[in-house]
């Protein structure tokens, strides 16, 4: 049985993009009889850029209930916030660092891309790999899905692994990264890439008057109403067409082509598709948002599973490390 682990930064509600890019794909693998899956709340990698509590169990508690609400099977799987189990992480992450060379960490792009404005720069976010190494380690996971702009950590932890089995013995399992090559770049309301911090996202758990007003945002050109517009140059064509079937994709684009057919109309179809697709997951999201305790026996129920196997991964590296 492949064990595959996920984590997730406590960052704020998921978007459309998040689901759509992350969280489905993610779900659909821990689905699979063969597989075991870890997902985890990287709520300690947060800190290195959220300093409110209050706004951390915020967008904790909404991204648990998110990947709840999109199907995530939290008793068959693992579903734990990595800072109820921090002695366990960050002790790994310790004797890890003790293994890493300086350079490495230099190198890495969380770093080099604030590297130009080191005042910015906290020991937090330098030693982020090693964190996430930890993270992934711990509970020797076999594969991790990434992204192409998370391979090289994916790559660093596997080093770090190599760099500690060569010189306490073959403890610590070495990761692959899982890359889907398939999966999609969701653009935001804007064209650009859909993102919390472009503030260009789309939130599908809002209520109906809000989720319209941000579809109405969605930027469009100055083609009149009458005039045949191009689809394929459409931000709000591209949205339909990462939720919708190939006969609704097809008349839409129709619409276009023939004129007559504005872009309101476009935002407005696009609005009912997601307020229809996501019925459920709205429901469910809220549920849970409104039900804190429900959530909590959730959390808690996965972090009591996923401690036993950090039990042992941490007896076992001590052991090797002459701590037992």
Known sequence: ?????????????????????????????????DNQSFLFI?????MT?????????ENTRAVAAAWLACGFDADK???????????????????????????????????????????????GLFTYPVLQAADILMYQANFVPVGKDQKQHLEMSKDMAASFNRT???????????IDESVMVIPGTDGTKMSKSYNNYIDVFLDEKPLLKSIKSIVSDSTPLEAPKNPDTDITFKLFSLVANQNEIGELRQNYLRGGFGYG???????????????KER??????????????????????????????????????????
């Not at 998921?14 to 821990?30: E, F, Q, T, Y």
């Not at 850029?49 to 169990?57: N, R």
């Not at 013995?169 to 899982?178: A, F, N, S, W």
Request: aromatic share 10%; charged share 25%.
């Open 42 to 46: 990287a709520d300690l990698h947060s």
């Open 265 to 279: 109309h476009a935002k407005q179809l696009l609005f009912e598709k997601l307020w229809t697709k996501f019925e």
């Open 77 to 123: 799987n693992y579903f734990y916030r990595q800072s109820r189990l921090a002695g366990f992480h960050t002790e790994l992450m310790w004797y890890l660092c003790c293994q890493t060379p300086f350079p490495m960490l230099s190198n890495a792009l969380s770093f080099k891309d604030k590297s130009d404005r080191l005042s910015d720069v906290n020991a």
């Open 168 to 178: 306490y013995g073959e403890v610590l399992t070495l990761p692959e990264p899982l």
């Open 49 to 57: 850029t959220i300093k409110d509590a209050k706004l951390m169990q």
């Open 283 to 324: 429901d469910i999201f809220n549920y849970y948002m409104k039900n804190e305790a429900a959530l909590e026996e959730k959390l808690q129920e996965g972090e009591a599973k996923a401690k036993d196997i950090a039990e042992q991964t941490m007896k076992e590296v001590r052991k090797v490390l002459g701590f037992a």
């Open 1 to 33: 049985m492949a064990r595959i682990l996920t984590g997730i930064q406590a960052s704020g509600r998921p978007h459309l993009g998040n689901i759509l890019g992350a969280i489905l794909p993610a779900v659909k693998l821990s689905q699979k009889p």
